[in-house]
């Protein structure tokens, strides 16, 4: 009879080896996913000329996927807990596939908007399962190289976004920034089904979970009535009846749902326990305030460089390249240290990262140039993104039972897409509110002098968003001193796979 101590060094690269075909199965899947939310961008001129959108509806494009991903994602990373997180990453996957399919198809505008809405939904049931994934399957020392890499793929996809948007736009049609998911989603499907194994979540007792319906209900239909409310000031002012409206549904429905989850259901959509860890509600305020600044600075920046320096959409699109790769640059230096120093400093440097970067991104002008610019703030701001989703997701996941693996992954991902919905906002009406009231004050100014007082509101308001960007990093940094730190997890040896309950914290 064999030792079986001698037959586990056979099967170690086996393992390894399947280990990374999972990662790797996770990481494409969350690419895709990123990838959408800024690939439209560069494409919406081509997208609004073709299909005959209004300038106001014009942003539904981004906004109809915004809001159902939102909307729909703490529902999405319950649903991987109790179905399965081999069987949602499928549906999601599919349906993200599918809705992709039927928009690059669209004839009108009406088609196209359902189309990116479908995809909203299909994002939000499969990014989730991609983190559960990542924390069922890796623990030990190779969690955080396993998040790293996760980190990096997820960063870089906002950045990757813009510079394939413009490639695709300017060679061959915008149709092409939804088709390019055809071939990823079957790709995907295939490894899927090759190397992905199902794991159902269960409660401490053993039963099954079950899926909470009135919670679901109340927190969707919140989320999506906030996130609404938000991206629909660009048309309709904060004070506005239709705003007021929106956000008064959604705060009688968020209300309503921790009344619900802290008093009824006995097995809760979000057990409100999971925030009594300072890792899980620190890791998440961080992630909400740093989400509402980098979200902003991608859609920001792909202005300035096509509306306020001429760049065409290909030349915009690869302007984003460097930065695309300080992302994940950052990301696996933040998974290198995260094991010797924990998630606190590494949030600290990013955040201080971030502050420096945007203050500096805001001395833009009118007649400025990329390399004196662009090139540096830009890249300093990428590499703090990349140090900082590593230690997130880790913090945010630290301490959580295995069951509850998707949930506290959908959480998180909830908070940063939340975040940037309302900083972008935000920001947004600040950026116009200060170009208008330039262009008020200019409206005298002869014939040949508008172009110029155009360009130069523009290049104002631009500068005034990445200044209250740089503030809202720098209240990050504040946050960041709720996360504890957190040490090296325990060797896989000592605790079983997927448990990461044997993370340490301190003060």
């Known amino acids: 009879m064999r030792d079986p101590q001698q037959t586990a060094p056979s099967n170690a690269p086996a393992r390894r080896s399947h280990d990374g075909m999972v990662l790797a199965i996770a990481c494409l899947a969350q690419f895709m996913v990123v990838l959408d939310v800024s690939i439209v961008n560069v494409a919406l001129p081509s997208i609004g000329r073709d299909l005959h959108y209004s300038a106001s509806g014009l942003q539904w494009v981004v906004n109809a996927y915004v809001l159902t991903f939102a909307g729909f994602l703490l529902l999405g990373g319950r649903a991987a807990d109790i179905f399965g997180r ?22 009108d505008s009406t088609w196209l908007t ?36 996760w ?10 976004g813009s510079i394939l948007g413009g490639v695709l736009t300017a060679e061959l049609s915008w149709r092409w920034v939804l088709f390019v998911n055809i071939p990823v989603g079957v790709v995907a499907t295939v490894a ?29 239909g919140g989320l999506s009535a906030l996130v609404y409310a938000i991206v629909g000031t660009s048309t309709h002012p904060w004070a506005s009846g239709q705003t007021l409206a929106f956000l008064a549904v959604a705060l009688v429905a968020l209300v309503g749902f921790v009344v619900y989850e802290a008093r009824f259901p006995t097995n809760p959509l979000v057990p409100l326990r999971l925030f009594r860890s300072r890792s899980v509600w620190g890791a998440n305020l961080v992630m909400f305030l740093v989400g509402a600044a980098f979200f902003a600075m991608w859609y920001f920046l792909s202005l300035y460089l096509q509306d306020v320096l001429g760049y065409g959409a290909l030349r915009a699109g690869m302007a984003f390249l460097p930065m695309a790769v300080t992302i994940i640059v950052g990301a696996q230096t933040s998974s290198r240290l995260l094991p ?9 440097a990013g955040t201080v990262a971030a502050t420096a970067g945007f203050f500096w991104l805001s001395e833009i002008t009118v007649h400025g ?36 693996a998707g949930l506290a992954s959908g959480v998180l991902n909830t908070s940063r897409q939340v975040g940037g919905s309302l900083g972008l906002a935000v920001l947004a009406t600040i ?52 996360v504890p730190k957190l040490r090296s997890p325990a060797p896989a040896a000592e605790r079983p796979p997927g448990d990461l309950r044997s993370f340490s914290t301190s003060s």
Not at 114 to 119: G, K
Not at 193 to 220: F, M
Request: glycine share 12%; proline share 4%.
């Open 151 to 160: 980190s990096a793929v997820a960063g870089a996809g906002g950045a990757a």
């Open 86 to 107: 081999r069987r949602v990453y499928m549906a999601g996957l599919w349906l993200f596939s599918a809705a992709s399919l039927a928009g690059g198809f669209a004839q």
């Open 431 to 482: 950026a116009t509110d200060r170009t208008n009231s330039l262009l008020h004050a200019k409206a005298s100014a002869s014939a040949s002098g508008v172009s110029r007082a155009v360009l130069a509101a523009t290049d104002s308001g631009f500068v005034r968003a990445f200044e209250v960007a740089a503030f809202v990093c720098a209240a990050g940094f504040v946050a960041a001193f709720v």
């Open 192 to 220: 899927a089904l090759g190397y992905l194994t199902e794991a159902k979540g269960h409660n401490p007792d053993g039963t099954r979970p079950k899926l909470d319906v009135i919670g679901a209900i109340a927190v969707t």
């Open 369 to 404: 140039a990329y390399w004196a610019h662009v090139f540096g703030p830009g890249c300093i701001i990428s590499l703090a993104l990349g140090l900082l989703f590593t230690p997130l997701a880790s913090a945010a996941t630290a301490g959580v039972a295995r069951h509850e």
């Open 340 to 348: 010797r120093i924990g998630a606190r400093p590494l949030l600290l």
């Open 114 to 149: 359902i189309a990116r809405a479908a995809q909203g939904v299909g994002g939000a049931i499969l990014s989730p399962a991609t983190l559960t994934i990542i924390v069922t399957t890796f623990s030990g020392k190779h969690l955080p190289r396993a998040l790293g890499i």
